[in-house]
């Protein structure tokens, strides 16, 4: 796989991922998902509906944002089949 993707080709990827592949939780997202009180459910809904930013490379890999109105999901892909939440958060407003 060649990074980045375009939010595009994140989102379709992020799609078949759900539909066929592994979702994990990073040990840092599972403590903010916990202090923000998202499940991996509100998470994963997220992934399945959300706004796909751009790409940003940061601590050796390329993370994708992806966002709905309150809730933001950081995810970075693995391989073709896996991906992993770096981080999320609920929106102040």
Request: proline share 4%; with cysteine.
């Amino acid at each position: 796989m060649k990074e980045p993707l375009t939010p595009p080709a994140a989102r379709r990827l992020i799609q078949d991922i759900l539909a066929h592949g592994e979702v994990v939780s990073s040990g840092h997202a599972s403590k903010e998902m916990e202090a923000d009180d998202l499940t991996i459910v509100d998470c994963v809904n997220v992934l399945r509906g959300g706004i796909v930013e751009p790409a940003e490379f940061e601590n050796g890999s390329w993370r994708y944002r992806v966002h709905s109105q309150r809730i933001w999901v950081v995810v970075a892909f693995r391989s073709q089949s896996r991906l992993v939440i770096v981080t999320s958060w609920r929106s102040k407003q």
